[in-house]
């Protein structure tokens, strides 16, 4: 079964995360931040695996630690879920438009952690959401999953059409990297290890 569960207790966030990625239900997310919430279902459902997300943070303060953390527990948890990776693709790339926008994400679940990120926010915030976390997120989930993530939006005005197209393209990207091919013996490198 490639699937793990985490529970990742801080002085500024509680976090329960269970995901299996050969399952496509169940999808509940609970962060106490509506537009992550959205985010996340979007990101779960496109990649098309199950995703259960607790989250109690001191939103008191703001969104930041709560969105942070979140992407800390996922990647680790997308980590374990992969185990050696052996048989899959290893790499995944998607274009989503979004009405007027364009996003694009491409991903190589290399082992090696790094971010570019090329999207600008009008917008500073989207309900209780500060647009600039969108980068503070992947940032977390890139390097917890172990993986090169490039995002960047190709056209666009709208924030919130903007940040949906990059959750829904790493998702779409990810899905494509993470299934597994039987053309594929062992694991998709010349390394031996991923």
């Known amino acids: 079964m490639r699937a793990a569960s985490l529970k990742r207790t801080t002085t500024e966030t509680t976090i329960e995360l269970i995901l299996d990625l050969d399952q496509q239900e169940p999808v509940e997310i609970q962060t106490g931040v ?5 985010m996340l279902t979007l990101f779960a459902r496109h990649s ?11 939103l008191e303060v703001d969104s930041h630690h709560t969105v942070e953390d979140v992407g800390i527990v996922l990647g680790q948890c997308l980590r374990e879920a992969l185990g050696d990776k052996a048989g899959i693709n290893r790499y995944g790339t998607s274009f989503v438009p979004m009405d007027e926008t364009l996003g694009m994400a491409s991903l190589d679940l290399s082992g090696r952690s790094y971010l570019v990120f090329d999207a600008v926010f009008d917008n500073p915030k989207l309900g209780m959401f500060d647009t600039e976390l969108t980068e503070e997120f992947f ?18 005005k709208n924030s919130h059409h903007k940040i949906e197209a990059l959750f829904k393209a790493t ?12 053309a594929i013996q062992g694991v998709n490198s010349t390394k031996g290890l991923l």
């Open 34 to 38: 509506g537009f992550f919430d959205h």
């Open 48 to 58: 098309r695996i199950s995703l259960k997300v607790k989250v109690d943070g001191d």
């Open 139 to 156: 940032q977390a989930l890139a390097f917890n999953t172990q993986m090169n993530l490039h995002l960047k939006i190709l056209h666009g």
């Open 171 to 182: 998702g779409r990207a990810l899905r494509e990297a993470i299934t597994v091919n039987p």
